[in-house]
């Protein structure tokens, strides 16, 4: 069965401190795999995804995440941590068929919470 | 504002008493989806519609919920006979139907507290 494992419930890094939220998937082949962020009373919003190509990928908010197909990860890292990056963090993973990223499986969200 | 929609933003209810969520999406996009997130747990897929059509549904999806897009436009999610296990976050998300440059935007959700 096709599913997300994100290992850390909740995370606290210092101000300025690097960050790296790991994500695990089991998928039967290559999925399209994403990271959201999820403020307080907030919806989700994308941060990257990764479709094809480059396992390294750039997304918003100077967040990146590298997909290595030999250990079914895709971590999520940021150099520089900001107190404004407080918030959970879901890793998912969404079918190669039909083009859409709306149907996704979630993992169980990272909270993150940030030292000043 | 030209995001996702979804109201109410908060509903509390008496178990036993049906609901009914509203989802407005991005106007260009075709393609609308449920969600439902409970707490301590990440988003879990209910359905989705392209236009007017309901092309999938989750088996969390019970005979209790009925999702419809009538015009294809705007969503409605009810929940009929409300049991305190339906309290959860419900998320509404659209995006265009095509290739893996679509993405999903999110709604803020409805908060659904049954009591």
């Known amino acids: 069965a096709q599913s997300v494992t994100q290992p850390d419930i909740h995370i606290t890094v210092s101000e300025g401190a690097s960050l790296e939220l790991r994500c695990n998937y089991s998928?039967?082949?290559?999925?399209?795999l994403f990271w959201y962020v999820q403020s307080p009373g907030q919806g989700l919003q994308l941060l990257l995804k990764?479709?094809?190509?480059?396992?390294l990928v750039q997304g918003i908010k100077g967040f990146e995440a590298e997909f290595k197909r030999s250990q079914s990860s895709f971590n999520l890292r940021k150099p520089s941590v900001h107190w404004s990056d407080a918030a959970e963090y879901f890793c998912?993973?969404?079918?190669?068929?039909?083009?859409?990223?709306?149907?996704?499986?979630f993992g169980k969200g990272t909270k993150l919470s940030v030292k000043p | 504002d030209t995001g996702v929609s979804q109201d109410p933003r908060h509903k509390i209810t008496k178990r036993g008493q049906n609901v009914t969520f509203r989802c407005d999406p991005i106007?260009?996009?075709?393609?609308l989806y449920w969600y439902r997130q409970t707490l301590g747990q990440g988003p879990e897929f209910l359905t989705y519609?392209?236009?007017?059509?309901?092309?999938?549904k989750s088996r969390l999806l019970s005979d209790r919920f009925s999702a419809e897009r009538p015009k294809g436009s705007f969503s409605t999610l009810e929940i009929q006979r409300t049991e305190q296990g339906d309290s959860a976050m419900y998320l509404c998300?659209?995006?265009?139907?095509?290739?893996?440059?679509?993405?999903?935007?999110f709604g803020q959700g409805t908060r659904l507290t049954v009591v």
């Open positions: 998300a659209s995006s265009l139907a095509g290739g893996p440059n679509t993405e999903a935007f």
């Open positions: 998928y039967g082949a290559t999925p399209y």
């Open positions: 990764y479709f094809s190509g480059d396992t």
């Open positions: 998912a993973v969404g079918a190669r068929y039909g083009g859409s990223q709306g149907n996704l499986i």
């Open positions: 106007s260009e996009h075709n393609r």
């Open positions: 519609f392209q236009n007017e059509a309901q092309l999938e």
